[in-house]
């Protein structure tokens, strides 16, 4: 099973700066990667898909980039309500697999 | 707009059984496979199973294979999770999940999510 580390556990920063969330997969995943956004209480929200696609609605601020086992989603300039946990993803189409990562919170320092 | 709403989930004790459902609206169901995606409290997320859109390719996380079955209605736009001989560690919000693929097979990405549905395994 491929297994994504995500660091760092917590970011702090504060609005208008710029965010750095990393993801490296234990083996290769190509660009199979996505990036999902959740605000406490809230479902998750599927932010970049294949590595640095954004999904429909997604604002430009947030970026992905990387392939093979490093992946980064970078957040330009935080608004107030880009706080929240962020999570990555890998696809493995054959046999059907799909595992997160653990986790990144980014929190208003 | 895409609505996905799940229900079923409750306390239940080791052992037992649990049916969670899920109705789809606002998009033509039997054009995407859908997935069960569950979190823990205060954990991570955890994918549980997938089908695709004719039912004819069935996957399932290790955690659960051989007691949980994922099954779908295209006729009634519904989605299906029946849950058996449950442990504890199955305690958690479960997910109804559409994939992002319009093929109807995996696409792997999980592009719309219902409110989830709270399943307690507890004695």
């Known amino acids: 099973e491929i297994v994504l580390t995500q660091s760092p556990a917590t970011l702090s920063l504060s609005p208008g700066e710029r965010a750095t969330l990393s993801c490296r997969a234990s083996?290769?995943?190509?660009?199979?990667l996505a990036w999902y956004q959740q605000i406490p209480g809230q479902a998750p929200r599927l932010l970049i898909y294949?590595?640095?696609n954004r999904a429909t609605g997604i604002p430009a601020r947030f970026s992905g980039s990387g392939s093979g086992t490093d992946f980064t989603l970078t957040i330009s300039s935080l608004e107030p309500e880009d706080f929240a946990i962020y999570y990555c993803?890998?696809?493995?189409?054959?046999?059907?697999?799909?595992?997160f990562g653990r986790g990144t919170k980014l929190e208003i320092k | 707009e895409v609505q996905l709403v799940d229900s079923g989930g409750g306390l239940v004790q080791p052992g037992r059984s649990l049916r969670l459902s899920c109705a789809a609206s606002g998009f033509t169901f039997d054009d995407y496979a859908m997935h069960w995606v569950r979190q823990a409290p205060g954990k991570g997320l955890e994918w549980v199973s997938g089908?695709?859109?004719?039912?004819?390719?069935?996957s399932y996380a290790d955690s659960v294979k051989g007691r949980f079955t994922i099954s779908r209605d295209n006729a009634k736009n519904s989605l299906y999770l029946q849950m058996n001989s449950l442990r504890a560690e199955d305690t958690a919000l479960y997910y109804c999940?559409?994939?992002?693929?319009?093929?109807?097979?995996?696409?792997?990405?999980?592009?719309?999510w219902g409110q989830g549905t709270l399943v307690t395994v507890s004695s």
């Open positions: 083996q290769s995943v190509s660009r199979s």
């Open positions: 294949d590595a640095s």
């Open positions: 999940v559409k994939d992002r693929g319009s093929s109807g097979w995996f696409s792997g990405y999980f592009e719309y």
């Open positions: 993803q890998q696809r493995t189409n054959w046999p059907p697999s799909f595992t």
């Open positions: 089908i695709n859109w004719n039912s004819g390719s069935i």
